[in-house]
């Protein structure tokens, strides 16, 4: 009795490798790229002496050196940023405030800011500094 072999057939093409590159390629712009919003305008925060890292998420102030006012990277007016806060909080309650404030802002701006965001209804408003370098 003779056995025949089977002919191999060449397996057809898949695209389960090109699945993979790209979810690798995925991962590491999403890894690599910047997630949070940034200000219109140059912010370089004042320097920490002591200080936590900050926590993730909430949405993000922003105090240029001559006053201007940015919510998530968009330029607005003071009563405009308020409304946007009071809407954010409509929807999140417990809605985290980063205030990135440019080193040489004037207090007189910052401080009645964060006065008015509490008024509004926010819990928690946290100022950002760029660590000691030492």
Do not use: C, W, Y
């Amino acid at each position: 009795m003779k056995l025949k072999r089977r002919k191999r057939t060449v397996p057809q093409e898949t695209i389960v490798s090109l699945i993979d590159v790209i979810f690798f390629l995925l991962v590491f712009f999403m890894m690599v790229g910047r997630m949070d919003a940034t200000a219109p305008f140059d912010v370089a925060p004042p320097i920490s002496l002591a200080g936590t890292d900050m926590p993730q998420g909430g949405t993000t102030i922003s105090v240029a050196e001559d006053g201007r006012l940015a919510l998530d990277g968009v330029e607005l007016a003071e009563a405009d940023l308020l409304d946007g806060i009071r809407s954010q909080l409509v929807n999140d309650p417990d809605l985290f405030v980063r205030i990135n404030a440019h080193g040489r802002a004037r207090l007189q701006k910052l401080l009645p800011l964060v006065s008015k965001l509490e008024r509004v209804g926010v819990p928690d408003v946290v100022l950002v500094v760029t660590p000691n370098p030492e």
